[in-house]
């Protein structure tokens, strides 16, 4: 599953029992029943450890109450989708994952001081739908949920989990989506120039893989124009994309990109061309061979993007 596996230790009491007896005084109490319900999978039982929580005591909910029931969820879809395949009914434990998620927000234990369990419990709960298998859900309920935060821009962490589910469904068009949704949000500095390399960089490879090369350009000329990092797998789309239209020189200037920022090429260029089948492609790649082993050969002047 996504949380800590269950220790061998013996059989521990029902945490529900527990949190109604001893611990009925206690949030730090409560929210320990609840993770050990999160370590078991034990979604239907923390849930009720949380009503006993929120109904039936004196005591306030914390964000770790949530982030520990939401978790709970995610691990039960997590092993019912390993051991069973999709489920339909796996829909009812995400669609109360994610209506705790609501509620988490409603009672304002998502922001602030509550940072970071409330990106826990996003990334849990949208991660829950995934592993059950609708991560239609998991972007429609992000698109839903954004407007409702008082945040700037999501959780940077939301982001990686979102191209997940994008990756899931093969969604190349979603992921489109997802990257011009980022570059809204204008995040600045370092950390925000790597975190929409990546989201560039898993958006091409979602299109690649289904065989949209034009976006795959389009993608690497937004890249460049805003001037953020190429990095290796960056430069390998750029160079299957430059086998594909047959243009020599575009190959011969990636791969010297390539050669001096210390990037081994040699087995990604055989990659990139092992399907070439026309003269032209063929005689790219011997340039670009050549060109690997004796330095890279001076472009003809005015051509090509690198």
């Known amino acids: 599953g996504a949380n800590a596996s269950a220790p061998a230790a013996s059989p521990s ?42 109904v039936k005591s004196d005591l306030s909910p914390e964000a770790a109450s949530y982030a520990w029931c939401i978790s709970a969820c ?3 879809a997590s092993s019912k989708m390993s051991r069973e395949g999709a489920d339909p009914g796996n829909a009812a ?8 998620l609501d509620e988490m927000r409603r009672r304002g234990l998502v922001d602030g001081e509550n940072t970071p369990k409330g990106d826990a419990a996003y990334v849990a709960a949208l991660r829950c739908c995934i592993e059950s298998g609708n991560w239609e859900r998991a972007l429609q309920y992000h698109n839903d949920w954004v407007p409702a935060c008082s945040r700037p821009h999501p959780p940077p962490v939301i982001w990686p989990v979102l191209f997940d589910a994008c990756d899931t469904g093969g969604r190349w068009q ?9 570059a809204r949000y204008e995040m ?3 950390a925000g120039d790597q975190l929409m390399a990546m989201g560039y960089t898993r958006a091409m ?22 001037r953020l990092s190429l990095t290796r797998e960056v430069m390998v789309f750029a160079l299957r994309s430059a086998a594909r239209r047959n243009d020599a ?15 081994e090429h040699r087995q990604t260029m055989y990659q990139a061309h092992a399907k070439a089948q026309s003269q032209a492609e063929m005689e790219a790649e011997a340039a670009a061979e050549a060109a690997a082993e004796g330095g890279l050969c001076p472009p ?3 051509a090509g993007s690198w």
Do not use: F
């Open 174 to 182: 979603a992921a489109l989506s997802l990257v011009d949704d980022m």
């Open 249 to 263: 020189n575009d190959a011969l200037l990636i791969l010297g990109k390539m050669k001096r920022a210390s990037v």
């Open 13 to 54: 009491p029902s945490p529900s029992s527990a949190a109604r007896g001893v611990l009925a005084h206690d949030v730090a109490a409560y929210n320990q029943a609840l993770e050990d319900c999160a370590r078991l999978g034990e979604w239907e039982r923390a849930l009720a450890v949380l009503d006993d929580l929120c």
């Open 205 to 226: 490879a979602l299109c690649a893989s289904v065989g949209q090369w034009g976006e795959v350009d389009a993608l690497l000329r937004r890249m460049k124009e805003k």
């Open 300 to 302: 003809r002047e005015g």
């Open 188 to 190: 600045d500095g370092v």
């Open 93 to 100: 434990v995400t669609e109360r994952a994610l209506a705790l």
């Open 74 to 76: 995610l691990e039960a």
